[in-house]
């Protein structure tokens, strides 16, 4: 229930943003619906695997990254209008924010932290992204391979 | 290869082209791996492919290797994030390469993107900074004691920024001043007795203005090996952090 909850917070988050950077009317359901993908599998990590900031971050990019690219090809849009919705439950703003505050009120061994923090998760994302997009390459080359040896196959029988 | 060869002025409106169609991208934050693609998808689908593109997040220059070379240079001051403009551009750029419009009608359709308004009405936009700050709150804190209050503050907060952004030129001034005001309205709410915590009414409210989005770009641009606008854009994202981290401190230095 609580996880339900919460779920529904990330979808009406992701779609608030969405409007705010105006994305198309047409894809707001489906960008809400990459955001709460990409915290599923968050959380999931989060619960079953291990509480390891870096990773959980690393996973729910990778997913936002393949559900996003599936979502833009059903749509025929770019897939920056899904991922950057998507990525807002995910993104290290509160942590930036959290930074240069403690460096205006002087206590700059708290503000270290939270840089390590902001620098490991976006690069957690962004090679999350990448992961996605090579994940994604790669199921289009191996999908390629298969319907060339199906069809001579067929045309050999 | 019978591909018919482009005289010069044809040449000309194609490097225009792919300066505007880079230039839009850029501008409503795209990352640059797909601005470079995308300008390299025209110039092969209009039949030049020995174009060359440099382009970086401040500039984008743009000539072909020929004998009769054309170079030009755009200048991009401003960064925002409106998808529309990059959804149109892909998709002009789309039925560019499918034959179904012609490179002039192109140039003319690009030319308009400038002028294209928001889907959503004002209201609507205050509403989703609204939900937006509230849900982020309730998110990270799991505290649903201060929804309605952090709801108010950021759409405050993003009313201000929008207000002061409109008016004033300097950049990174209208960050603080809403960082300011979210700050002390959340401390004078606390003190009243309508909120719990002003530190999460302050991360929720502030949620709609920082560059999370912007700094994770950064990274990507750095890892696809951008070595000048990666940091470009970390710097920038990290001055926008600045201005809204030095507000709120400036209204918990005064409020305490």
Known sequence: MYFILVLIEVYIATVGFAVLINVSPRALNLSGLVGTAGYVSYLGYQALISDNYVAENLVGAFTIGIVGMLAARYKKMPVIVFNIPALVPLVPGGQAYQVMKYIALRQPHVAFSYVMQVVMIAGALAMGFLLAELFIQAGDVVHRWFSTWRATSYRRK | ?256
């Open chain 2, 1 to 256: 290869m019978n591909e018919p060869t482009l005289s010069i002025k044809e040449k000309n409106l194609l490097v225009q082209t792919c300066l505007l169609a880079g230039k839009i991208l850029i501008e409503n934050g795209s990352e640059l791996n797909r601005v470079s693609d995308t300008i390299k998808r025209i110039a092969a689908n209009a039949g030049v492919p020995n174009l060359r593109a440099y382009v970086t997040i401040t500039g984008i220059m743009i000539s072909i290797d020929d004998d009769d070379t054309v170079a030009k240079i755009a200048e991009i001051d401003q960064r925002d994030f409106d998808l529309r403009r990059i959804e149109v551009v892909n998709r002009l750029s789309r039925k560019f390469a499918a034959h179904q419009i012609t490179l002039h009608r192109f140039y003319r359709m690009l030319q308009k993107i400038p002028y294209f308004g928001r889907y959503y009405q004002f209201w609507q936009r205050l509403l989703a900074a609204a939900l937006l700050s509230g849900m982020i709150s309730v998110i990270f804190t799991h505290d649903y004691g201060d929804f309605w209050l952090t709801s108010v503050v950021g759409m405050l907060g993003w009313l201000i920024y929008q207000g002061v952004r409109k008016r004033v030129t300097a950049s990174f001034i209208s960050e603080f001043v809403a960082a300011t005001v979210i700050g002390m309205v959340a401390i004078m709410a606390v003190r009243l007795g309508l909120g719990h915590s002003a530190d999460n009414i302050i991360i929720g409210a502030v949620m709609p203005l920082v560059p999370g989005v912007q700094i994770t770009n950064a990274v990507r641009d750095l890892i696809y090996g951008n070595l000048i606008s990666g940091p470009a854009r970390g710097i920038e994202a990290l001055i926008c952090a600045c201005a809204l981290g030095f507000g709120v401190s400036l209204a918990l230095i005064w409020l305490g």
